[in-house]
C-alpha cells in the first residue's frame, strides 16, 4: 500500500477560489483528496476509540455538489467513530436535528466529535472539533465537567498543548489553550448554541496551522508530525466522545429500548393481532408480553402461546 510521501505547491492551489466551483478541477482534488487519505491510513492504526476500536478514516468530497454548496474550498479527513456506533447513536441523534439541517449540512462528522486534517489554499490544519449537532458528546461532555477532577484533568491536557493550537468557543475569537478556564469550558458546553445564521460552528474546536510556505510539508517525516499533534488531542478527544464507559445522558438505555422495539417490530402488550405463519396461522388473539428479543406471548381463545415476532401482523 501507498504511503505518504509529502504534499507539493499544486496540491494547495487545488482550491484557490477561482476553482471552487469548477469540475474542471476534479481530477487536481482528487490527487490532493488521495494524498490526505494517504495520510490519513498511515495514522489511523494509532487512533483507538475510547472503547479501544479503530476510529474511523472518513473524507469530503472533491467535486462541487449540493451537499457543499456546489463549491469545494477545502479537502478534508476525518477520524470519528466506527460505523456500527454511529448506527446505534442515530436515532438519538435524528431526534435532535430538523429535516432542513441534515439537508443543509449532511455530512456525518457534524455529528459526532471527530479529529481531522483540512487541506486549504494557504495551509494545512490539523484539529479537534465538537459540532453542535453531535448532541450525544456535547451533552454527555457537559456532565463530565460537572466532575471537578475530570474537569481538572481535561483542562491539565488542554493547558499542555503545544501553543501553536488555537482554541475557539462556539466560533468565537480563538485563544491560546492555556489561558483556558474552568469557568469558560462548563460554560460553553453548559450553554446553547448561538442562533445559526449560516454553516454551523463547533461548540469547542482545537486547530494547529501549518503554511503551505512551510518545508515539513514537502517531506515523508511531516507524517510525524502530525503524529504527534494528534497524539496530543486524542486525550481530548477521549474525553469528548460519549463511549459506553462514559454513558452520563443514558444512551445505553435509548440503545437497548430501540433495539427492542426494533424486534417487536412495533408490536406491543394489548395489541389485537393476527397469526400469520406456523401452526396458528389465521388466528388472532392478543398480545400480552413482549421480550427484548421480539418474542411474543399471546392469548389465542382460551390458549397462551409464544410466538415470534415476524410470525403475527396488526389486526386491521
Known sequence: MTTFRGFQQHD???????????????????????????LGRDLSPLLPTPDAEPLSLEASMEHPAVWNGNQVSEQSIYFIRPEAERQELRGRLAKSQSISSLLAEPAPYRDHVHLCIVLRQDDLAVGLSLHREALVDWQNSAKRTGDAWQLQSFLD???RLDEAFLLSLHGGEPIAPKTLTAESLKGALAAEAPSRTGPSKPVLQLVRRYPRSDPSLMEPSFLERIREDLAALLPLYAFLAWSRQHDLVSVKETIKEEKKAKMARGLSRDDEIRVTRGLFSGKTGTILEVDDRGGLKVRLGAMVVKLEAADVAHLG
Open 12 to 38: 494547495f492551489d487545488a482550491y484557490a477560489p477561482q476553482k471552487w466551483r469548477s469540475n474542471v478541477y476534479n481530477l487536481e482534488r482528487m490527487q490532493a483528496k488521495d494524498k490526505l487519505l494517504c
Open 157 to 159: 491536557r488542554v493547558h
